[in-house]
Nanobody
Framework: QVQLVESGGGSVQAGGSLRLSCVASGSIVSSNDMGWYRQAPGKQRDLVATITRTGRTHYSDSMQGRSTISRDNAKNTVYLQMTALEPEDTAVYYC???????????????WGQGTQVTVSS
C-alpha cells in the first residue's frame, strides 16, 4: 500500500507565502514524476507544477515565477514553495506521484487527500 500525505496548507493573507510538503510512504522502491495540482470550488483540478526524478520542473502559467517545486528522493518527499499568493490561489492542493512498489512492477500513479490553501484579500 502507498500513501501520499500533504501538509503545510492553511490560511494566509494576499502577498504571503506557504510551503507545502507531501510524503509518499509504504512499500516504495522508487518514485518517478511527482507534482502538485489544485482544485478550487466548482472548478476542475488543474496542474500547478511537476518535477521529474532528475529535477526537471514544469509550472503552470499562473504559478510560474511564484512557486518552486523541489523534491528529496531519499525521503520520497515533494515540496511546493509558494510566494506572492493571491485570493485566486485558494484551492485544495493535491500531491501526486508515480511510484514503483517493486523492480518488477510498472510505475503506478497515486494521489494524496489534499490540503486546503486559503488566501484572503
Amino acid at each position: 500500500q502507498v500513501q501520499l500525505v500533504e501538509s503545510g496548507g492553511g490560511s494566509v493573507q494576499a502577498g504571503g507565502s506557504l510551503r507545502l510538503s507531501c510524503v509518499a510512504s509504504g512499500s516504495i522502491v522508487s518514485s518517478n514524476d511527482m507534482g502538485w495540482y489544485r482544485q478550487a470550488p466548482g472548478k476542475q483540478r488543474d496542474l500547478v507544477a511537476t518535477i521529474t526524478r532528475t529535477g526537471r520542473t514544469h509550472y503552470s502559467d499562473s504559478m510560474q515565477g511564484r512557486s518552486t517545486i523541489s523534491r528529496d528522493n531519499a525521503k520520497n518527499t515533494v515540496y511546493l514553495q509558494m510566494t506572492a499568493l493571491e485570493p485566486e490561489d485558494t484551492a485544495v492542493y493535491y500531491c501526486t506521484a508515480d511510484v514503483r512498489r517493486s523492480p518488477l512492477r510498472p510505475y503506478a500513479n497515486y494521489w494524496g487527500q489534499g490540503t486546503q490553501v486559503t488566501v484572503s484579500s
